[in-house]
């Protein structure tokens, strides 16, 4: 779908490619938390496309509204005005059920914590979205994220019996297995330690490159930022400025900036 | 410490909601059991001491001989008494003019102080005067100066010959009638004695109710009863009684109902059931709601509490809970009584109802109440004093309950079930219910203990059911035993009512069929009508076909002699049988051939020669274990012998060889509509009620007793039942609480909110379908064993599984665990995925 907003956006997207359908974007985005003194403005007329098959990360202070713009991207949240699309569809439209089936079709998640529903083992909960909306799974392709991601031998065994990192790991791969239009990281590696952190952030990077999948992550890490093609920052409820393909140094300093 | 409990129940009011709930309706019912009775008292206190109310003592006439006046002035010189009035009563025929009837004539009291009259208006009559009630009053346009007629009320023909011949009175005084249970219901009047002696007969003799005293101010009460006694024992009255009013009104009502102390028993017991089950949903409760706070009990034990304050702070949130809801309790029981009473006085029969809340009833409710929930979170608090400071540092994993402990439960379950079953086994060989009680209720209660060991594992593998309804079915199983101790508590609590009420229909039903095999081995057939019609004619052809139409007899046959013999050295007609006539039989293994008659048990024959009218023949004798069974032969053989003329009239077989009409009914008519099918038969057919008689109308009436008696014990137990629910909603939404972010997750990766609300259904209706599967089950055996012991003595036993009513109690339990999961299913639904995740 093109519409002016999209075009609008596109000459921001400085990676070229603009008459790609965007993964996921939004036009003129208000959100408010409270009334009166407790009055939040999380999300101030935020314009933001993100580009199909590319990694982008979401930085800046905290309090900025970075998960705020990211639940209401993927559907969870409810804005207060504004449209959002994913992969072309206005769901800013959508009911609550037809949100859900989306969600399960469209989008993936990594959160930080609790991905994992602890009384499935790791397998069934890479299919628990497909298994949600009756689908069948792609075998082959199954095969191939589960072993990619170095889980073959840890498909029966339940989230306890697995370390932070291969948690982690069985969330990337429930991400990938629906081939989403877009999957959304909230601190994906934000528990995890270098070593491992480095791991996931790599598979993610994989995963756009070669298959291609759009990825949206929101961190604090400037190294893990680093592993994105973009950097969008955020400050105050607004966007206040991307970096391209940028390195630790230059992040840091943009985000030094910010007063972050 | 107490600021932590206050706190707790203070902010989460919410859960401690479900625990109130239990503890009310449990101490409402106990409260309310107790209290029936006192009303009961009261109601009939209040009926049967209307006619002495105002008497300071009162002298009821003993056994053999009845009060008089020669009484009445023994007493009158007793020290201490002021007063006496001799209360008579006869029954009288009175009329107006328009009007004519019977009624009640008492004589009113000889001075204010013992009067018992409630005047409307007008002035106590005197000579030639009466009071009449307000009721008939009005239904004849009475007031007062009005005249009527009185006449004795045994004596008259009728009683429009009063207004001409009677005794004439005015009418004095409109009075409130009497709820005095010899004068309630019918018209009242008062009058003076003169008057009630002129009015009375040999057939409506004057009749001393009793003597009434009223004593002189400052008398001692006891002191005067003592003289007053021996005053009539001297006068030969010895047997009379002598008692105060208050005394004298609880010894007629004790002797009016006698059995209400049994019935209160029996309701306590339920009561205690009830109390029981509550005690268990609120010790469950308090563990979850002590499970879902190790994190925050280890950080107050981090930051220094010990563990006895942890263990006051859990008991004294329970002593808030407990008198809380036991106040409510109380007050709702004292309410439901006041609106049944209510209800009760409005009509006219039962007007006099009272209420009563006697201090015990309120007390035992409140004490109850209290010590049941501060010792069902006793375990709860052992427990949470068990939580380790380091807890508070750890992930939040469910808290596994100590081994040790549960191994003790279990064995001591078991050594109950093995020997409750061994005892209950005996008293049911030995037909002994008094054996067999204990040996049930100890293997129910070792059943009970070990819960843990057969109630996750049938959850899950019912739980298998719901594996074809996609993620949420998987998930429901896999939840529903996700804490397996905390589901057998909840199936625990619904486990005892279900065992309860399937046992009592078991019970009910093997008793109905034991009961029904007695009946059709006594009565040949559903309805039999014999002898002759009210004009002296015979039943024949055309009464079958008659009754043929009436509704709800499905088949009729008339059976006719086929020969005679002698049977007990009684000539008798010995009846034929046609295949099409077999079918009637009660007892369709009876067969008839050749060379059979069927005779009644105690013939001692073992042969019976049949004279016929062309020949007779020699039959082999078999017996039917019934007394009402005629001597039956095959219609075929009686050709053979040649079917004889009818008995002549003057004969010695006559009666007894009389057509019978016999008719088979549909199995569903109710104990009513039998009742009106004999009775238009009995004018169809221009024969007596008495005539009509068979297993039918017996076994409606036993029917009907024991379709009685199961609806109220169902009753009953539904409120042991409800509680247990409230359970189920309970556990079921503290686990919701529990689950946040795992259902936030599901929500996030594509579960609808219908999914999810039908994901907590399933999880409910598991627990409260496997409950009900296991009662159902243990209920039948329990119910099956039960009738074994209390009936094996009068009849043969054969089990009877009432699976209609299985089927009842299942679906009951499957709804009932539908809507227990409603609340907590909407609460969880309204949750954004969002915020789910973010009660990190
Ligand atoms: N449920 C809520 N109710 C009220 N205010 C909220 C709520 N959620 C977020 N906010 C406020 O909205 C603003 C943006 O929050 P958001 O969680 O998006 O920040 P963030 O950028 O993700 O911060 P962090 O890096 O700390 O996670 C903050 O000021 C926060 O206090
Ligand atoms: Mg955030």
């Known amino acids: 779908m093109t519409t002016s907003t999209e075009q609008s956006l596109a000459s921001g997207a400085p990676n070229g490619s603009g008459n790609s359908t965007a993964a996921a974007a939004t036009q003129a985005l208000n959100k408010t938390y409270g009334t009166g003194d407790t009055r939040v403005h999380a999300l101030k007329n935020v314009d933001v496309a993100f580009q199909s098959g590319k990694f982008t990360a979401i930085m800046g202070p905290s309090g900025s509204g970075k998960s705020t713009l990211m639940h209401c991207l993927a559907g969870l949240d409810t804005a207060d005005s504004g449209k959002i699309w994913i992969g072309g569809t206005e769901i800013t439209a959508l009911n609550d059920n037809q949100l859900t089936k989306l969600r399960r079709e469209r989008v993936g998640f990594v959160f930080q914590a609790f991905n994992l529903v602890s009384t499935l083992t790791a397998e069934q909960n890479i299919t628990l979205p497909i298994a949600l909306a009756g689908g069948t799974v792609d075998k082959e392709w199954f095969r191939y994220v589960t072993s990619t991601l170095g889980l073959a031998d840890r498909l029966t065994h339940r989230p306890h019996e697995l370390s932070g990192g291969q948690q982690q790991r069985v969330a990337v791969a429930r991400a990938l297995l629906t081939r989403p239009d877009v999957i959304f990281g909230d601190e994906p590696t934000g528990n995890l330690d270098s070593k491992v952190g480095a791991e996931v952030l790599s598979l993610l990077r994989r995963s756009a490159t070669e298959m291609g999948q759009s990825i949206i992550m929101v961190t604090h890490d400037p190294v893990a930022a680093s592993y994105a093609d973009r950097v969008v920052l955020m400050n105050d409820g607004a966007l206040v400025g991307e970096l391209e393909r940028p390195g630790t140094e230059q992040i840091l300093a943009a985000l030094a900036k910010l007063g972050a | ?840």
């Open chain 2, 1 to 840: 410490m107490l600021q932590v409990a206050l706190a707790q129940v203070k902010q989460h009011a919410r859960r401690f909601i479900a625990v109130a709930l239990a503890v009310v309706m449990a101490v409402g019912f106990l409260t309310a059991t107790l209290m029936v009775n006192a009303s009961t008292e009261a109601s009939l206190g209040n009926s049967v001491g209307a006619g002495f109310r105002n008497a300071d003592l009162v002298l009821s006439s003993g056994p053999d001989k009845p009060l008089d006046e020669q009484a009445a002035e023994a007493v009158a010189d007793a020290d201490g008494v002021a007063e006496v009035y001799v209360q008579q009563q006869t029954h009288v025929a009175f009329g107006t003019a328009g009007e004519a009837g019977y009624g009640a004539l008492q004589n009113t009291a000889p001075s204010a102080g013992l009067d018992n009259l409630e005047l409307i208006e007008g002035a106590l009559p005197g000579s030639g005067e009466v009071a009449v009630d307000d009721a008939t009053a009005e239904r004849l346009a009475l007031t007062v100066g009005s005249k009527l007629e009185f006449a004795p009320g045994a004596g008259m023909a009728a009683a429009e010959d009063v207004a001409a011949s009677g005794i004439p009175a005015t009418v004095s005084a409109i009075v409130k009638a009497s709820k005095d249970p010899l004068m309630m219901g019918q018209p009242q009047f008062f009058g003076t004695s003169g008057f009630i002696a002129a009015l009375a007969d040999e057939q409506a003799p004057v009749q001393v109710r009793s003597i009434q005293l009223d004593l002189a101010a400052g008398t001692d009460t006891a002191a005067a009863k003592d003289a007053v006694a021996a005053a009539l024992t001297a006068a030969g009255f010895a047997e009379s009684t002598v008692n105060t009013a208050a005394e004298q009104t609880k010894e007629v009502v004790a002797g009016f109902t006698g059995g209400t102390d049994q019935l209160t028993i029996v309701l306590l017991a339920f009561a205690l059931v009830a109390v029981l089950v509550s005690a268990l949903v609120v010790a469950n409760t308090f563990s979850v709601l002590i499970a879902q706070r190790t994190r925050e009990l280890a950080l107050l034990r981090c930051i220094g509490a010990g563990r006895g304050q942890i263990r006051r702070s859990v008991l004294v949130e329970a002593l808030l809970v407990g008198v809380v809801a036991s106040v409510i309790g109380v007050l709702g029981a004292v309410g439901l009584m006041a609106g049944i009473i209510a209800v009760l006085q409005g009509r006219p029969d039962t007007e006099f109802a009272a209420l009563a809340v006697p201090p015990l009833a309120v007390a035992v409710g409140l004490v109850t109440g209290v010590v049941m929930t501060v010792l069902a979170a006793l375990a709860p608090a052992r427990a949470a004093t068990t939580v380790a400071p380091l807890a508070a540092l750890r992930p939040a994993e469910d808290v596994r309950v100590g081994n040790r402990k549960g191994k003790v439960r279990l064995g001591f379950g078991i050594a109950l079930v093995v020997g409750g079953a061994v005892v209950l086994g005996l008293g049911a060989l030995n037909a002994n219910l008094l054996i067999a009680l204990p040996g049930g209720a100890m293997s129910f209660i070792g059943l009970l203990l070990c819960a843990t060991l057969f109630v996750p594992p049938l959850v899950t593998a019912v739980g298998a059911l719901a594996r074809p309804l996609g993620v949420p079915g998987k998930l429901a199983a896999v939840n529903a035993v996700r804490n397996p101790g905390r589901t057998s508590a909840t199936a625990t609590a619904l486990l005892i009512g279900v065992t309860l009420v399937v046992m009592m229909m078991t019970g009910a039903q093997t008793a109905r069929t034991a009961f029904e095999s007695e009946l059709s081995a006594q009565y040949p057939v559903d309805i039999s009508i014999g002898n002759l019609a009210e004009d002296g004619g015979q039943l024949d052809e055309a009464a079958a076909e008659t009754a043929l139409t009436y509704d709800g007899v499905a088949a009729a046959g008339l059976i006719t002699t086929g020969g005679y013999a002698t049977v007990n050295g009684q000539r008798t007609g010995v009846y034929q049988l046609t295949p099409a006539q077999r079918e009637l039989l009660q007892d369709q293994s009876l067969t008839l051939d050749a060379d059979t008659v069927l005779l009644a048990e105690g013939s001692g024959l073992d042969t019976l020669t049949v004279t016929g009218s062309s020949g007779s023949k020699e039959f082999q004798v078999v017996e039917v274990s019934s007394f009402s069974f005629p001597p039956l032969m095959s219609s075929a053989v009686a050709e053979e012998i040649g079917v004889p003329a009818p008995a002549a009239a003057d004969s010695e077989e006559y009666f007894s060889a009389l057509p019978q009409l016999w008719l088979s009914v549909d199995r569903d008519l109710d104990a009513t509509a039998l009742m009106e099918l004999r009775s238009e038969l009995a004018a169809g057919l221009n024969v007596q009620d008495y005539q009509i008689s068979g297993a039918a109308i017996e076994r409606a009436a036993f029917n009907q007793i024991i379709d009685v008696l199961l609806l109220v014990v169902t009753g009953l137990l539904a409120v042991a039942v409800l509680i247990a629910l409230v359970g189920v909603a309970n556990t079921l939404s503290l686990s919701v609480l529990e689950r946040t972010q795992e259902s936030s997750l599901l929500r996030a990766l594509g579960l609808t909110r219908n999914q999810l609300r039908g994901m907590l259904a399933l999880e409910a209706v598991l627990i409260a379908g496997v409950a009900a599967l296991i009662g159902s089950g243990l209920g039948s055996l329990y119910g099956r064993l039960g009738a074994q012991s209390a009936l094996g003595t009068f009849t043969a036993v054969v089990p009877d599984v009432p699976w209609l009513q299985l089927a009842a109690v299942l679906a009951v339990a499957v709804v009932a665990g539908l809507l227990a999961s409603v609340m907590p299913a909407r609460r969880a639904a309204r949750l954004s995925p969002v915020e789910g995740l973010a009660t990190v």
